[in-house]
């Protein structure tokens, strides 16, 4: 079995998942308006100077003290009452369709991020894939974070829950694939046989082409509300599914090579088979 493997942040949607329901985290009164503005400064220094591993390791304490105290099961409500106000202006359309075409091949597809799977859990089933590898905060026995992380899913630490993933589900890491925008993943990217670099940092797009690994920009924002959208492609058909995706610049450039495309040309180059 074969299986696709996206990053949540910059490559699904457009923000960090997290900094994205800040504002119904203040709404709820379990932040402050100083918690707001540096969340707002640090979605700033994640989008344009890109997420190193200090800036990520200082943002993963800061979301630990901020948090502690905090009960799961008010975070998973506020989670589930803004996920489609807050996340369908932010999903890239170019990642719903690849998501679509992975499916539509037989591929498991799988979220995999550092945000914690209180938002991860609830944005997969958003998106319809078939699963999510996330951070784990530890809680207490109230249910209450504790300000400690039971698993961070980071760098290597997401191939390395790849890895079990694909050992209990008899997938096949090197005839998989795997979309980031970080070189803090390389390892994620590396675990599998096609990794693809979508909107990368510099670091990440100069590896990309030392390798030869395909690069794709994603710019476009889909109006898609509900992940039943996604399972729509199964009762209309393969044929009408696939002309029905609306065009994306990869997308483009392959149906203007001629025309009567065949479904596969519809498929960035590692993609085709």
Do not use: C
Request: hydrophobic share 45%.
């Amino acid at each position: 079995m074969e299986a696709a493997f996206f990053d949540l942040d910059k490559t699904v949607i457009s923000r960090a998942s997290l900094l994205a329901f800040g504002a119904r985290f203040f709404q709820e009164g379990l932040i402050n308006r100083r918690t707001v503005a540096r969340s707002v400064w640090a979605q700033l220094v994640y989008r344009y100077l890109g997420a190193n591993e200090r800036r990520l390791r200082r943002l993963e304490r800061s979301v630990l003290d901020l948090t502690q105290g905090w009960h799961q099961s008010v975070v998973r409500r506020v989670v589930a009452e803004a996920l489609t106000e807050i996340v369908t202006p932010l999903v890239y359309r170019e990642a719903v369709e690849l998501i679509k075409l992975h499916q539509l091949a037989g591929r498991k597809v799988f979220l995999v991020s550092a945000s914690p799977e209180e938002i991860v859990e609830p944005m997969a089933a958003f998106l319809g894939v078939d699963g999510q590898i996330a951070t784990k905060p530890r809680v207490d026995e109230e249910g209450t974070y504790t300000g400690e992380m039971a698993f961070y899913n980071y760098g290597p630490y997401k191939a390395e829950a790849m890895a079990e993933v694909a050992q209990r589900e008899g997938i096949d890491l090197a005839a998989s694939y795997a979309y980031s925008d970080s070189y803090t993943d390389l390892p994620m990217l590396e675990a599998v046989g096609h990794p693809v670099a979508v909107n990368p940092d510099r670091v990440l797009a100069r590896v990309a082409r030392e390798h030869g690994w395909e690069i794709l920009e994603f710019r476009h924002h889909t109006k898609v509300g509900r992940h039943r959208v996604l399972r729509t492609v199964g009762a209309v058909g393969l044929g009408i599914a696939i002309t029905a995706i609306p065009a994306t610049p990869f997308l483009r450039r392959a149906t203007r090579r001629r025309r009567g495309v065949e479904p596969t040309d519809l498929l960035p180059p590692p993609l085709r088979q």
